[in-house]
């Protein structure tokens, strides 16, 4: 029996014959020209339905109750109760950091309300109060920073240059410019 010829027709009419000849034809040139390909694509999505096939069992295996799985009513009503006891300690927290400030704010508040007291007596009496006021000032600043965090102290820096302006045109280098005369070019002639 050859392949590629006549085989007698057992049966079945010429034109459905002829139709059979045509797609084993059809589909022998496709494979021909493209059936290495079409082998590695397959090869490609097998493997791919593999992994999301094990990418799918895995999570259900380490963690049954997430999958939505039969959780356990004394584990979530733990859950809830450990969630709203530090919610609670937080709350606290936050009130004790606000009643602190509040405080803060009533101090500062009472101590300019004295400085401004202070003042208006020494106005009334015809003293000076602007030194009561520089020392009183500097008595909220050092109460203010010691109760909030420590500045660091600063060095005694000397200045890079000693009171060199370039626009003054005083002091720095030797350059100096300095305007021309007033008149121009026809005050000489």
């Given at each position: 029996m050859e392949l590629g010829g006549e085989a007698p027709a057992l049966g079945r009419p010429p034109l459905e014959q002829e139709a059979v000849q045509a797609l084993q034809q059809s589909v022998g040139s496709l494979l021909a020209?493209?059936?290495?390909?079409?082998?590695?694509?397959?090869?490609?999505?097998?493997?791919l339905a593999q992994k999301l096939a094990e990418k799918m069992r895995a999570p259900r295996r380490s963690r049954p109750?997430?999958?939505?799985?039969?959780?356990?009513p004394d584990v979530v009503v733990r859950r809830q109760e450990a969630l709203a006891a530090a919610r609670f300690r937080m709350q606290e927290q936050l009130n004790e950091q606000a009643e602190k400030f509040k405080e803060k704010q009533r101090q500062l508040e009472e101590e300019k309300r004295r400085q401004k007291v202070a003042m208006w007596e020494s106005m009334q009496e015809g003293k000076s109060y602007k030194?009561?006021?520089?020392?009183?000032?500097?008595?909220?600043?050092s109460a203010a920073s010691a109760s909030s965090t420590v500045p660091k102290p600063k060095?005694?820096?000397?200045?890079?240059?000693?009171?060199?302006?370039p626009l003054s045109g005083e002091g720095g280098g030797t350059c100096a410019w300095?305007?021309?005369?007033?008149?121009?070019?026809?005050s000489s002639g």
């Open positions: 020209s493209y059936g290495w390909y079409l082998l590695f694509a397959c090869v490609a999505v097998c493997l109750h997430a999958a939505g799985g039969p959780l356990e030194g009561n006021l520089k020392r009183n000032q500097q008595e909220i600043e060095p005694n820096k000397k200045p890079l240059r000693g009171g060199y302006n300095r305007p021309g005369r007033r008149g121009g070019p026809s």
